[in-house]
């Protein structure tokens, strides 16, 4: 206990001030995201740009091309929520069976392809959890791009993965801050499940 004690604390003063900075903008994100504010996707782009080159340097090349993906998703999500600005906001709802199907395809579809890259055209040493990490966090990132409240499920099953993976490759905050975003999501996945239920009693009957 005292060996993970020391080499925990180790790491963390080992951390670098632009993993502080990603962190501190991830940190923003995901509470802005809770309580279902727009401000969420350029803080979160933000703090995906600094993490791509961290991770690249980390050997963690599937989380580039997800932090990559999460970008690209965040300007979609950013623009399909604000396109119509005289028009009441996207509204929070369930995933219908099309979206399900969607979402298990870019899973495991995603997982298989992103294996494959990774083992011939990497050097990576965690070829299977790195795809796995990546590919159920790209579901969730599309799923709150709609306003889905299974956003939060997806994204939790990535990051109860990724809390082993990133100690491993001694990335220790990218770790807490994934810890803190699994117990936000949670709460998350309740107040969005509250917003629903509001918005249905607000139906004309």
Same mark, same amino acid.
């Given at each position: 206990?005292?060996?993970?004690?020391?080499?925990? /604390?180790?790491?963390?003063?080992?951390?670098?001030?632009?993993?502080?900075?990603?962190?501190?903008? $991830?940190?923003?994100?995901?509470?802005?995201? +809770?309580?279902?504010?727009?401000?969420?996707?350029?803080?979160?782009?933000?703090?995906?740009?600094?993490?791509?080159?961290?991770?690249?340097?980390?050997?963690?090349?599937?989380?580039?091309?997800?932090? $990559?993906?999460?970008?690209?998703?965040?300007?979609? $999500?950013?623009?399909?929520?604000?396109? &119509? +600005?005289?028009?009441?906001?996207?509204?929070?709802?369930?995933?219908?069976? +099309?979206?399900?199907?969607?979402?298990?395809?870019?899973?495991?579809? $995603?997982?298989?392809?992103?294996?494959?890259?990774?083992?011939?055209?990497?050097?990576?040493?965690?070829?299977?959890?790195?795809?796995?990490?990546?590919?159920?966090?790209?579901?969730?990132?599309? /799923?709150?791009?709609?306003?889905?409240?299974?956003?939060?499920?997806?994204?939790?099953?990535?990051? /109860?993965?990724?809390?082993?993976?990133?100690?491993?490759?001694?990335?220790?905050?990218?770790?807490?801050?994934?810890?803190?975003?699994?117990?936000?999501?949670?709460?998350?996945?309740?107040?969005? +499940?509250?917003?629903? &239920?509001?918005?249905?009693?607000?139906?004309?009957?």
């Amino acid at each position: 206990m005292q060996h993970w004690t020391e080499l925990f /604390l180790q790491q963390v003063r080992n951390v670098s001030l632009l993993e502080w900075l990603s962190v501190i903008l $991830g940190v923003a994100e995901v509470l802005l995201a +809770r309580a279902n504010k727009v401000w969420l996707y350029p803080s979160g782009i933000a703090a995906t740009a600094i993490s791509i080159y961290l991770f690249w340097v980390s050997g963690l090349f599937a989380e580039c091309l997800l932090s $990559g993906y999460y970008i690209v998703m965040s300007i979609y $999500g950013w623009y399909y929520w604000v396109q &119509k +600005r005289n028009e009441p906001p996207v509204q929070v709802s369930y995933a219908n069976r +099309r979206e399900w199907v969607i979402t298990l395809l870019i899973v495991f579809l $995603g997982w298989g392809i992103l294996y494959l890259l990774l083992i011939n055209y990497t050097t990576s040493t965690v070829p299977v959890w790195d795809a796995w990490v990546s590919s159920t966090a790209w579901a969730g990132m599309w /799923l709150l791009a709609r306003r889905k409240i299974e956003n939060w499920i997806l994204l939790n099953v990535s990051n /109860l993965f990724a809390v082993p993976l990133l100690y491993h490759k001694h990335l220790v905050l990218f770790m807490l801050l994934t810890v803190f975003l699994f117990i936000v999501a949670i709460f998350g996945y309740f107040d969005w +499940r509250k917003i629903i &239920k509001k918005q249905s009693t607000q139906l004309p009957a």
